[in-house]
Nanobody, 121 residues
């Protein structure tokens, strides 16, 4: 099975930057689609950014222009560069991905355990 592990969260002052990483591990797999979500206390989990199966990157309105999602296929790692952070960006950030396992081209999907991002004012 494919596992995802996030890293890079922490405490930062408003206006600062953080880069989250999400490393996928397993054997003989590909990533087709991926996304970052976040969940703030008392709120529903929301989509932050995604890379679709057509390699289109989309962003939620609150983060567009400040966050950049990327993927390193050679390292099977997703990234979320977060700039100009605001206190309202405080949340647990989760990565998720889906793809195929080989041989057999079976589909898989997975979520990471989450990483806390706290932005102080």
């Amino acid at each position: 099975q494919v596992q995802l592990e996030e890293s890079g969260g922490g405490l930062v002052q408003a206006g600062g930057s953080l880069r989250l990483s999400c490393a996928a591990s397993g054997s003989s797999f590909s990533i087709i689609a991926s996304a970052w979500y976040r969940q703030a206390p008392g709120k529903k989990r929301e989509l932050v950014a995604q890379i679709t199966s057509g390699d289109i990157t989309n962003y939620a309105d609150p983060v567009r222009g400040r966050f950049t999602m990327s993927r390193d296929n050679a390292k099977n790692t997703l990234y979320l560069q977060m700039n100009s952070l605001k206190p309202e960006d405080t949340a647990v950030y989760y990565c998720t991905a889906s793809g195929l396992k080989y041989p057999g081209r079976y589909t898989w999907d997975a979520w990471g355990q989450g990483t806390q991002v706290t932005v102080s004012s």
